[in-house]
């Protein structure tokens, strides 16, 4: 069933979008991430315009946080206060970043960078958690290997304006938090996704917050930047797409619940590989359309925009 | 005196008769609606020769030429090229005016049956309906980023052109068919139809279809430029609903 796209002007399979979202979902579900950084470049091998696919994405991850903050919220692992402070910083990031893509939209160089952005990203997180879940197989065929003790770095500490977080347990500073919150909205504006796969990690490792707050703060955080940066798009570049949204929305709602219940019958080292190597793959076909010389070097983009 | 007249009735008849030849024309649809599920569509266009003469015997034989022209509209070509290893955009040219679509269709073979000062007294063809006037100065052939908007536009499906498409019958009545892409352009797109004799148009007459969102379609595109600040609240509310209704479910189904 072929539908047409009000905002994108694309006619696209309605059943293709909906299998998209439900693919994304189910990892999502699996693995515990947004799925962002993988759906928007699907949305760009399709043929949704770029624009329209990473404003439209972060409407979309609006829905997914917010269906995942309920549940953290439940079983209060949300730190509402570090949270409100990481978006302070994000709100601020978000801003930059819908700039930083409107200036580019109109210099034609938005693709590029768009592109460019997730093939470091991708090409960065995969590589980690490759190798990571590579060693954690091998330590788990060696049982009794030392695990490495969590590193805790001190300069966070010694940094000025230090808040509490009593639901975190931790009296830091407020300026990493509020840079690490900046760096997120910037990429959420720009590459369309919740930035859950930079946060979590910068938030236990910069910060050393506790795991179990981690993916709730995060979610709370990203529900609200994610929000900010639809409206954003949506004043400025008009390139929110509702019906887009809609269909992946009820693809990944679903498929979140089938991945979840798949996630747990596999193991998690098998599971963060599988995943590795799928980030790494999208993460190599974007490097090589971008290497390798076009069939067609011109491309034609409306003047107003 | 006789004679006189006679030889100045050669001389005018020709005139005279091309002059009384009308062209008559319609559309299978005059407007195009892009709804939720639209998929492209086909417009039937057909016509014919209206005369007060019999068919003039001793002129060159009759042709048909019928484009349908879309929105012109003001495009940035951008041309890649290697920087760093990576293909980048980098020059650019402003095309002024580049129809959003066009397709031509005509009995024969269009420069064959056609001349070049009538092509461009009416516009006729690719090369002709689309104008570079403000091509930046520091690009060396702005002729390659107009030949780029017609090819891409043709592998998208939005300029066409096809000889001898149209089925000219007693020369007299004429009929095509004209396909229109999903990916269309909302406006108004003028159909032309010309007669042609003797590499000249004799007659022409024009129409319009009206191409825009209904329905649905109309009303998101509507709102998202006209209101945005409410479709993106909209948006933002629609996906939350979505989200607790999610939630919602799950501990429903896990109970």
Known sequence: ??????????????????????????????????????????????????????????????????????AHLRRKT?????????????????????????????????????????????????????????????????????????KHHSWVQGLPFKMRFRQSQLYISSIPVLLIGAAVGILAAIMGVGGGFIMV???????????????????????????FTTLMHATQNFTVDAVLALLLLIGGVIGAQIGARLGVRLKAEQLRILLAIMVLGVCGKLAFDLIVQPSELYSIGSAGH | MIRVLAILLAFVAPVAFAATEEVVGAL???KVSITANFDGSEIFIFGAVKRTAPIPEDIGPLHVVITVQ???????????????????NTDSVTVDEAPAYYAIATTGPLTKILSETERLRHGIGFD???????????????????????????????YTEADSAINLREDTLFATSVALPANLVEGSYTTRMYLVRERAVVGTTETAITVQKDGFERWIYTMAHEQALLYGILSIAVALAAGYIASEAFRLLRR
């Not at chain 2, 879309?70 to 980048?88: A, D, F, N, S």
């Open chain 2, 70 to 88: 879309g929105p012109r509209q003001e495009v940035t070509v951008r041309r890649k090229e290697r920087v760093l290893g990576i293909w980048v």
């Open chain 1, 201 to 227: 990690p910068a938030m236990i490792y910069i910060l050393g917050m506790p795991t179990k707050v981690v993916v709730g703060t995060s979610l709370f955080q990203i529900i609200f930047v994610t929000g």
């Open chain 2, 28 to 30: 299978s649809q005059n």
């Open chain 1, 78 to 150: 949300v730190d509402l206060k570090m949270g409100t402070v990481l978006l302070v910083g994000g709100l601020i990031g978000s801003a930059i970043g819908v700039q930083v893509f409107r200036i580019l939209t109109e210099l034609g160089q938005v693709d590029l960078l768009v592109k460019l952005c997730y093939v470091v990203f991708l090409g960065i997180i995969g590589a980690l958690m490759f190798v990571e879940s590579l060693g954690a197989i091998r330590r788990s065929r060696k049982p009794g290997a030392p695990v490495k003790p969590r």
């Open chain 2, 128 to 158: 002709k309906a689309i104008r570079t006037v403000g091509a930046r100065a520091d690009v060396e052939d702005p002729e390659s980023f107009t030949e780029a908007v017609v090819r891409i536009r043709q592998k998208n499906g939005l």
């Open chain 1, 1 to 70: 069933m072929q539908i047409y796209l009000p905002i994108a002007e694309v006619s696209v399979n309605a059943f293709l979008l909906l299998g998209l979202g439900g693919l994304v979902g189910i990892l999502s579900g699996m693995f515990g991430v947004g799925g962002g950084f993988l759906m928007t470049p699907l949305l760009f091998f399709i043929g949704i315009p770029p624009a329209v696919a990473v404003a439209t994405e972060a409407n979309q991850i609006v829905a997914s946080s917010f269906s995942g903050v309920l």
